[in-house]
Structure formats: C-alpha cells, structure tokens
C-alpha cells in the first residue's frame, strides 16, 4: 500500500499535447476514480502511472520514490486492463501465478497465493480452464485475481466493466468495492462511466480535454459542481441548464419565465447566467410555473417526465406518479436551495 | 372463397425427367465440380500415376519400357549415389530448415519494431522471394564463381584469406554455398508470415507480462513463442516440403557436383531420367520421396492441431 502523487503531469504524443498539467493526491489506501468522457486522457495517465507511457513534463511518485523513470516491474503495481490482456496460452492458475514465477517464489509459496486469491474471487473451480473457455465476467476476475496474486502497492484499473453486460456489471462493481475494503490496497480506477464513479469512488476525478475539472468525494462534486462541464458529466439523469439573467434575485429565463433562487451573489445581479436544475430537484406545485408535458416515462419508482418550459425542454423526475396525457399542463417549481448558478461566459459556478 | 383461392394458386406444370435430374442438388454439385476435376485430373493425378507406374517399368527415352517390379527399387537400393543423395537431400533441408527459422524470426521480430521507413524495409525483404530462382541462381553463380567471386575479393581485401575460395568446386564449401544460397531465398516466407502472426498477438499481453515483471527475453519465450506456434507449424510444414523438393537452385549452381556432393534427391531423379534416359529409374526416385514428404506432411497435420488452449468458446 502506498500513496500516489502526481504533480503538474503532462503528456505529448509527437507535437500533440494530450495532457495538459495534472496533479492529483492520492493518499494511501484511497480509492480513486478518474472520470470523463472518452479520449479526455484517463487512459494516457494511468498508463503513466504503471509506466507503460513515459512522462513528458512533471513528476509521478509512488510511496515517496518519483517514479518518472522507473521501469514498470520496479513500481510494484499490478493493472487490470480492459480486454483483461489474459495469457491464451495459460490456464487461469497459471495466469495468476506468472508473476510470481517470473520471481522465482518458491511452488508451495505460488500454490498458498493463488488459491486464497481464488477462493476471494470465487475462482477455485476454474483453475484449470484456458481464457478461452471462461465466460466474460470470468475472465474479468481472473484478470483481478492476477492483480490480487501480486500483493502490490497500488491497483490500476482502466476500465475493467466495460466489456460486461449491465447486469453483471452492477454485480461486479459491489464485488470490486467489497474487495477493496478487504485488501485497503491504494487503487486508481478509469471509467467514462460517471455511475460507476458515483457509487465506487472514495474521490473522484473529473477529467475533461487532459485537465483534471474538479476532484473531490461523489457528494461534493454532485452538491457542489465548480462548472458546467461537472455539472452535467454528474448525476444522472444529467442536470439542466437553461440561460437567462438574474433580476432582483430572481432568475428570468430568455422567455421571460421567473424561476426562484434560493440566494443570488450580489454579483450575480443583471449578468448572463446559467440556471442548473437537477431533474430530481423539481417539484409539484399548484403555485409553480406552468410547463407542458411532452413525454412521460415511468420507471415503476419514479417517473421521468420531460416537459416544456416555453421553447425549452426539461426533464423531470417525480417520486410520485403522474396520471396526464403528453400535451397536458402541469405546474412545477424548483427547489430554489438546490438549485445552481453557473456564469454564462466563463462556465464557472458563481458562490452565493 | 376457396374456389377463387384455389384457382389462383400456379398451376402445377408437368417436369420432364431431364429437368427433374438437371435440378437435384447433387447431380448439380457435380456437374459444377467436372471441370475443376478434370483439370486436377489431367496436370495432377495423370501425370502423377504416370511417374509411380514408370518406376516400375525399364523405360527408356525412345523406348517403350516393359513392366519389371521393383527391380529399379532393388538396383538403387545398392546404388551409393542414390544414398547419398538421400543423405544431401536431408542435410540441406535440415540445416537451411532450421537457419531460414531462425534467421527468419530474428528479421520479423526486427520489422515488428517501430522502424524508419518501415513499408519500404518490408517490400526489400520480399525480393528474394519474388525474382525467380533461375535469375537469382544466375546471380549467386557470380557471387560463388571460382576467380571472380564478390565474397572472395571482399574477403580478399579484409585480408581474412589469401587466395581464392573454391565456393562450388569443393564438395564441403559447396554444401555449404547451395545452402546459404537456399536460405537467402527462403527467408523472406518465412519472415513475412511470421510478422503476419507477429502482428496479430495484442499489444496489451506484452504490456501485462511487462508489469508481471517479464524482461524482454522472459516475453519472448512465454508470450511471442507460444502465442507464435500455430504460424510456426504452418510456415516451417511449407518451408521443409519446398527445400526437400528444391530442384532449380541446385540445377543450376551446380548440377549436383561436385563429385555429387550437392546431389538432391530431386536433382538426381532429373539427371537419370533425362539426360542420362533412364526414365524409369529416375521416376523410381522420385517415387522414393513420396514417403518422406507423407512424413512430412502427418508431422505437420499433428503439429497443426490447434492448441489446447484455442479450443472451445468465442472471443
Ligand atoms: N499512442 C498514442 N499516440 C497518439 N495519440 C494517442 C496515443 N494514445 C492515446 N492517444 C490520444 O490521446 C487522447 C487520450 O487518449 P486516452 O488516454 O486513451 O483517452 P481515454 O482513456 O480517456 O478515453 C486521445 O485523443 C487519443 O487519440
Ligand atoms: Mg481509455
């Protein structure tokens, strides 16, 4: 176990800057989860961090070593990439055992490792089938057993669920999440997934273009977002933003529709704005704003509706259900303490 | 309802016997595959039964020969030249084997690197493969001549030896010469197939057996071999059946000599058949390589079978 920093990382390919200066603290026994849309680096950076990329600019330490010009097998990490990259030509034990045989462990000590590591992961009866004749959520445990067998310092995931149907990819992430407060090993976790780092991160990442957006636990980012980009890459379904003004402490939509604010910063009085309302944080209100209904999809516990707020759509989400016709009005009103305030030019959350 | 149901239906219209046979499947089948047999009929198997069926006669060119047994097996049986043809015949196919493998996977893993002007590295490796033997036997001629010889004159000015080398008029030297000469035009099969299969083994093993620790020689020999194998067994099958029935080359550089010490199976069966007449004798020979190349091929049918660890379930 063991921390990881990263200061001021950047990456070149050729002439093209991919990562443009991140730094990140991850402390011992932390799980992290770096997040963003595809091509924003995720990738690029874990792999900097196993030493499979070399660092063009800053500085990579592991439990205090820099490890910028360290070769992969001296970082004590073990990855577990997202085709799994298991051995064909090996059984699952010996998969999990090369490694250790690489180091010359002794047999008995290679034995004891790999059948504890089997037994977590539920393993033990496919010892000895080939890659080929496991099942996909298989393969993606051996490939985990691989990293367990190695004892290392840090786990690098890149994403690991993404080849596994929606079902088993639930399962897995509580499985992976379990197994992390059992070993407490320091993990770095890649997805574009922003469920999966919902509900497995200790802290969150948010990448976006090769720069870190925000970083802080899955609450903070989905309370608190710094900008627009966060804003909607968390939570799910993704919040809306709608442009207007803020006049006498109140927000007026382009249309000219008022919608409540709980608390505008003063600053914030006649700039461009833009108002951000989670689905989830609207209401039913006789006294609300008026809004047509366009679509209804209930969901058995909630039900979604995206409704019209004078040329703009919404979408809503009720706990209640709502017995009306697409084309009906329905009142609604926002929950003005939840609500956000980003402005408009630079994307930035304005304070109140 | 049922009448106008009933009327609409396509009238069933009589089939004569020879359009009823015209459209079974299996008379079709074999129409379709008449010509292709008839050609691998007449420029295979004919020619084929042709040259077992002339072993067993005294045929000589200009004379119809008479049916005799075995007695042309019996006459070479005791005949020395014959043997050690045999024995040529494996040496070189053994050692060229075995160079063109190993020369061959040096230059694929090399070309698997990333190298400056990698396409054009690509398409030089391919020239020995693609002139024609005679032509490229015709060059070597040159290179291997007695007074005029490129490696001579260059070994010459290294100062490395003194007066000439006898490249094709020594029976050892020219052993050796036919072989290198063998190998220089076989690497390149054996190259290109095997960065074929190079190619096609994912980059992220290499990645994972890195973090596993491997060194680059620890990968080699637990991810490139292995991974590589099926290749190997397809590329060295084809590459032992083409140097045991090699003929042009040697033909060629030295016609056997001397004293026979580059004789080949193949060469040997040519010269007694042809110029010196002896038809069937010379077809006995050829005969006399049909079990090894069967050898051959059953160790390459066993080596072919996929691995253990190929089998059973989809990607
Ligand atoms: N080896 C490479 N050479 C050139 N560009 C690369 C290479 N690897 C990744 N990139 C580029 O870097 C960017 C980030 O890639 P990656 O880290 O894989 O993204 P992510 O994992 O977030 O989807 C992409 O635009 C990709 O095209
Ligand atoms: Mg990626």
């Known amino acids: 176990m063991a921390a990881v920093e990263i200061r001021d990382v950047r990456k070149s390919f050729g002439a093209t800057p991919i990562i443009h200066g991140v730094s990140i603290d991850i402390r011992d026994g932390e799980f992290v989860i770096l997040v963003g849309p595809s091509g924003c680096g995720k990738s690029t950076l874990l792999r900097m961090i196993a030493g499979l990329e070399n660092v063009t600019g800053g500085e990579i330490r592991i439990a205090d070593r820099v490890v910028n010009n360290m070769p992969p097998k001296e970082r004590d990490i073990a990855m577990v990439f997202q085709n799994y990259a298991l051995y064909p030509h090996m059984t699952v034990a010996d998969n999990m055992a090369f490694s250790m045989k690489l180091r010359g462990a002794p047999q008995a000590e290679i034995e004891t490792r790999v059948s504890k590591a089997a037994g977590i992961l539920g393993l033990t009866q496919l010892l000895d089938r080939f890659p080929r004749q496991l099942s996909g959520g298989q393969r993606q445990r051996v490939a985990m057993g691989r990293a367990i067998v190695r004892d290392p310092q840090v786990f690098l995931f890149d994403e690991p669920l993404s080849n596994l149907d929606a079902k088993l990819r639930v399962a897995m992430r509580t499985e992976i999440k379990e197994l992390h407060q059992r070993l407490k090993t320091t993990t770095v976790y890649v997805t574009h997934d922003q469920i999966e780092a919902m509900t497995m991160a200790d802290k969150i990442v948010v990448m976006h273009d090769g720069i870190v957006e925000q970083m802080g636990s899955p609450l903070d980012l989905y309370d608190r977002p710094d900008n627009v980009f966060v804003a909607g890459f968390i939570g799910s379904p993704s919040m809306n933003f709608i442009t207007g003004r803020v006049e006498n402490g109140a927000f007026v939509t382009g249309d000219g529709i008022r919608l409540p604010l709980g608390g505008a910063p003063a600053a914030a009085e006649g700039r461009p704005v833009i108002y951000g309302l989670r689905p989830e944080h609207v209401s039913l209100d006789d006294n609300g704003v008026p809004v047509e209904v366009v679509v209804i999809e209930p969901t058995g516990s909630e039900t979604q509706v995206v409704v019209k707020l004078g040329a703009q759509e919404l979408v809503t989400v009720f706990r209640e259900r709502i017995g009306v016709q697409p084309g009906a009005q ?23 | 309802m049922a009448t106008t149901a009933a009327l609409s239906r396509p009238a069933p219209r009589e089939t004569t016997l020879a359009e009823r046979i015209l459209q079974d499947r299996n008379v079709l089948g074999i129409l379709f595959m008449l010509p292709a047999a008839a050609f691998l009929f007449l420029f295979l198997t004919y020619p084929l039964g042709l040259g077992v069926y002339l072993g067993f006669t005294d045929t000589r060119i200009g004379r119809a020969g008479v049916w005799v047994g075995f007695e042309n097996y019996e006459s070479l049986w005791g005949d020395s030249v014959f043997w050690l043809s045999v024995f040529n015949t494996f040496l070189y196919t053994f050692v060229a084997s075995i160079l063109k493998f190993m020369l ?51 070994l010459q000015k290294l100062g490395l030896v003194q007066g000439s080398i006898n490249w094709l008029g020594d029976p050892q030297i020219a052993r050796a010469s036919v072989i290198a000469a063998n190998v220089w035009r076989g690497i390149p099969f054996v190259a290109i197939t095997l960065l074929a299969g190079l190619q096609t083994i994912p980059p992220s093993l290499h990645e994972a057996a890195t973090l596993d620790g491997a060194t680059s020689w620890q990968r080699f020999w637990h991810i490139t071999l292995p991974m590589l194998s099926p290749i190997i067994a397809v590329v060295m099958t084809f590459s032992v059946l083409f140097t045991f029935t090699d003929f042009q080359l040697i033909y060629v550089l030295t016609r056997g000599g001397p004293l026979n010490a580059t004789h080949l199976m193949a060469t040997l069966s040519f010269q007694r058949a042809i110029p010196g007449g002896q038809l069937g004798e010379g077809a006995a020979i050829a005969v006399a390589m049909v079990p090894f190349l069967l050898g051959a091929i059953m160790f390459s049918y066993f080596g072919l079978q996929r691995r253990r660890w190929q089998q059973g379930g989809q990607d």
């Not at chain 2, 990333?114 to 391919?126: C, D, G, S, T």
């Not at chain 2, 020239?127 to 036997?137: I, K």
């Open chain 2, 104 to 154: 061959g996977l040096w230059l694929a893993l090399l070309l698997n690197e990333h190298l400056p002007f990698k396409a054009l590295i690509r398409a030089i490796v391919l020239l020995p493969w693609v002139v024609p033997t005679v032509l490229s036997a015709i060059a070597f001629w040159w290179i291997f001549d007695a007074q005029f010889s490129i490696v001579t004159w260059s």
């Open chain 1, 330 to 352: 329905i009142r609604i009103s926002p929950n003005p303490a939840l609500v956000h305030l980003f402005d408009e030019a630079t994307g930035k959350r304005l304070v109140a």
